[in-house]
């Protein structure tokens, strides 16, 4: 089973809404990162929150982590069509000797210009 | 500053052959990580390399192998293709895990067909 599995699978909405991705995990964490790709494309690195971060803004980028619930989302405000784009999270394991990112199976996201 | 790449970014093999893909990481980055990214699906791990070590691998069969070199650059195999190989292959790079808080950097990856 995945680490971390976002939510919705995909979304779509109207240039100019809101756009809100969730994402969980199982177990502790260093930091959940998430990630955009393009179609086709490698995934650029989008904002890193660390486990002990409650709250990370980055332009239009809203995230929020709860530790307690193992949940994290991601908020896109005033969307645009280029934000189009696969929305992953990844975490990595909190682990004494060595770790690894996992990413969850992402949530595609639509903006209809 | 150059980012990480990847070659070749096209490759067609027939099943039973051999595959070998490369990765440059940015420079100053020495772990080295691989990703399978089957279409329409999330990203599989397969492979992480820092310092020169494979420091640990996912749920893949022995045909998936690779190697970092003094460089930092990877090279993934995956030997005895299979249908089910064809995939998006994506390499990143980063600074030593130890720090716990380092960003992935990917390439554009390397499209694999097997037929």
């Known amino acids: 089973s995945q680490q971390g599995e976002e939510d919705p699978q995909a979304l779509s909405i109207q240039e100019g809404e809101n756009a809100t991705m969730n994402c969980s995990y199982k177990?502790?964490?260093?930091?959940l990162q998430w990630y955009r790709q393009n179609s086709g494309r490698g995934l650029v690195h989008l904002i890193l929150?660390?486990?002990?971060?409650r709250e990370k803004h980055s332009g239009r980028l809203r995230v929020t982590l709860d530790t307690s619930k193992k949940s994290s989302s991601l908020l896109i405000t005033a969307s645009r069509a280029a934000d189009t784009a696969s929305y992953f999270c990844?975490?990595?394991?909190?682990?004494?000797?060595?770790?690894?990112?996992?990413f969850g199976p992402g949530t595609s996201l639509s903006v209809i210009p | 500053e150059a980012g990480v790449t990847q070659s070749p970014t096209h490759l067609i093999k027939t099943r039973g052959q051999q595959a070998t893909l490369r990765c440059s990481p940015i420079?100053?980055?020495?772990?080295v990580y691989w990703y399978q990214q089957a279409l329409g699906l999330g990203l599989q791990f397969l492979l992480w390399?820092?310092?020169?070590?494979?420091?640990n691998r996912g749920n893949f069969p022995p045909r998936f192998s690779g190697r970092q070199f003094p460089n930092y650059s990877s090279e993934l195999n995956v030997n005895a293709l299979e249908l089910e190989d064809s995939a998006l292959y994506l390499c990143?790079?980063?600074?030593?895990?130890?720090?716990?808080?380092?960003?992935?950097?990917f390439g554009n990856g390397t499209r694999l067909t097997v037929t």
């Open positions: 990143a790079s980063s600074f030593t895990t130890g720090v716990h808080n380092s960003p992935l950097h």
């Open positions: 177990t502790s964490i260093n930091n």
């Open positions: 929150i660390r486990s002990n971060e």
């Open positions: 990844a975490t990595d394991l909190l682990k004494t000797s060595y770790d690894k990112v996992i």
């Open positions: 420079s100053g980055h020495t772990s």
């Open positions: 390399y820092d310092e020169g070590e494979e420091r």
